[in-house]
């Protein structure tokens, strides 16, 4: 096995016993990401220099013997994550030289436990997509088939990861944005529960549905990296104080007596391809046979959470990008004399065609006469989707569901149909809507040999239960260790 192909998990292992070196790990996967890059376009920054630097700290810190799981542990980063003195550009040209004063505080943690950052990764702009088209750089390729989208908004992360080119990852999620690329990718992701993981250092999209979350090859090394990145921070005042448990701890739990339900809304929803429901039958029929007892549930109003999501989310959209307007940081059209039409030709230019279509959205869902007829409805129609998911869990502990309806479609397909585009989120967007755990593990592939995956949820602040159940799961099957030949 080459270095690059580690698990967190075992390069852990071989960096503690000496038997090879944080630098090497990194040089590896530098190099990885040189021979790979130009096929599957993962990365918006590259940090080469200082992750060998970083490198080298770990390897003294691993002589010292202070070593934590994530010591000398090459990962990526996606480009909405504020990181003192790299580039951080949300995949934005009204951000492209933006460079950070400060580190999020996820990065401070993983920092602090002397991880490597290797680089930036690609992204819909401001989280805006669920493709990776949407960038204002490139186009990222899914590592399966470079003709077909790897998932947005996190598809660098979600490519970067199943291609090798970091060991582990982070995302955002805001309604599938990790979820969604880990599916389609073949790759482990989790959103964790909102204000379990600190927003500080994140760039908005929606404030009250964005979440960072982690994406690794299986997932002992995705509880390995939640590990260090959950916790109160005061910084963050949507953090919950709530004490941390160690995610590896009940991952050999066995799953007899778990109750998994599964949702009828989702085995008839609109759009779902019929190798999709194969897939996640088989899982369901793996986890009964594993001990779980499986259950039929209802979510009644699944219907509404895609207009609700896309009120909410466009409103938060149009209030949090406000701030690019060419003033304070960011790109500025100098060629502009007056106040007005220098705001009004930085924001026509800086900001992509997904991203000015949201902003419209959402400032006409809160303007005059409309707020309480849409923002206010949807807030309502939120709520009773929070009910839904509260009742449910008083008689299951998990619930089953597809992440996307179809595996990844091909680049270009659907970029010209924005509705078609959106309701690829139809089974991610209730979590968010929600702020319950959802997670992404590979569960199957289509004839096209493509990845798909099982949505796993629980509920509030239970991310164990998302861990036990689905390393359960992954152990019974060997879809997680299938590796895309690039």
Not at 379 to 387: A, C, E, G, K, N
Not at 447 to 473: C, D, T, W
Request: charged share 25%.
């Amino acid at each position: 096995m080459k270095l690059y192909e580690l698990t967190i998990q075992k390069a852990h292992e071989l960096l503690k016993s000496g038997e090879i070196s944080s630098r090497e790990l990194t040089r590896a996967v530098l190099d990885r990401i040189d021979s790979v890059e130009d096929k599957v376009g993962a990365y918006i920054t590259v940090a080469a220099e200082t992750a060998l630097e970083q490198a080298d700290e770990a390897d003294r810190v691993i002589a010292r013997g202070e070593m934590t799981a994530l010591t000398g542990i090459p990962i990526g980063v996606k480009d909405l994550i504020c990181t003192r003195n790299l580039r951080t550009t949300c995949a934005s040209k009204i951000l492209e030289n933006f460079i950070p004063p400060y580190d999020a505080t996820v990065i401070q943690k993983l920092k602090k436990a002397n991880a490597v950052i290797v680089g930036k990764l690609n992204m819909d702009e401001f989280a805006m997509g669920s493709s990776t088209e949407n960038s204002g750089f490139k186009t990222t390729c899914n590592p399966w088939d470079l003709a077909r989208i790897p998932g947005g908004s996190s598809g660098g992360s979600a490519a970067a990861t199943a291609a090798d080119m970091c060991l582990g990852a982070l995302g955002s999620d805001t309604g599938g944005s990790i979820r969604q690329p880990a599916s389609h990718c073949g790759v482990v992701g989790i959103k964790p529960t909102y204000g379990r993981v600190s927003r500080f250092g994140l760039v908005a999209f929606a404030s009250s549905l964005d979440q960072i979350g982690p994406l690794a090859g299986n997932v002992t090394d995705c509880a390995l990296l939640m590990n260090v990145l959950a916790g109160y921070d005061a910084a963050d005042s949507t953090s919950v104080p709530e004490d941390v448990p160690d995610y590896t701890a009940r991952l050999k739990e066995d799953l007899k007596g778990v109750r998994v339900g599964i949702p009828k809304e989702y085995r008839s929803a609109d759009g779902l391809d019929s190798e999709v429901a194969a897939a996640v039958e088989n899982a369901v029929r793996t986890v009964r046979d594993l001990g779980a007892e499986c259950m039929d549930i209802s979510l009644p109003h699944t219907e509404y959470c895609v207009a609700a999501y896309y009120v909410i989310a466009t409103s938060e959209a149009s209030s949090n990008l406000a701030r690019y307007d060419g003033v304070k940081y960011g790109y500025r059209d100098k060629e502009q004399n007056a106040l007005i039409d220098m705001y009004r030709s930085t924001r026509s230019k800086g900001f992509g065609a997904e991203v000015k279509r949201r902003i419209l959205l959402g400032t006409y869902s809160l303007s005059a006469g409309y707020y309480d007829a849409y923002y206010g409805k949807a807030s309502q129609v939120r709520t009773l989707i929070m009910d839904d998911f509260k009742k449910a869990f008083e008689s299951c502990d998990v619930i089953f569901s597809p992440v996307a309806p179809t595996p990844a479609f091909r680049i270009g397909e659907n970029i010209d149909d924005p509705l078609t585009m959106y309701l690829s989120d139809i089974f991610t967007l209730s979590p968010n809507l929600a702020g319950i755990p959802a997670m992404s593990v590979p569960c199957g592939f289509s004839k096209a040999g493509m990845p798909i995956g099982l949505q796993v949820l629980a509920k509030h602040m239970n991310e164990e239960m998302l861990f036990k159940v689905a390393h359960n799961f992954e152990t019974a099957t060997d879809f997680h260790r299938q590796k895309p030949m690039l």
